[in-house]
């Protein structure tokens, strides 16, 4: 991926699974892009939770 420093809009976009808030892309996802699926740790424990929590 070229550098975009000062161009926003151009990053990729993807949404979260668990709240449909968009993550953009960042540097610290660089290498696992592909892989990402929620925007923060509470959504991805959320998700886990549903099927634990009685």
Do not use: F
């Not at 976009?13 to 660089?30: A, G, L, N, S």
């Amino acid at each position: 991926m070229k550098t975009c420093k000062g161009n926003k809009q151009s990053l990729p976009v993807r949404y979260c699974k668990q709240c449909q808030k968009p993550m953009t892309w960042r540097k610290k996802w660089e290498k696992c892009w592909e892989e990402v699926q929620y925007c923060s740790e509470r959504c991805r424990r959320q998700r886990r939770g549903n099927t634990l929590q009685a």
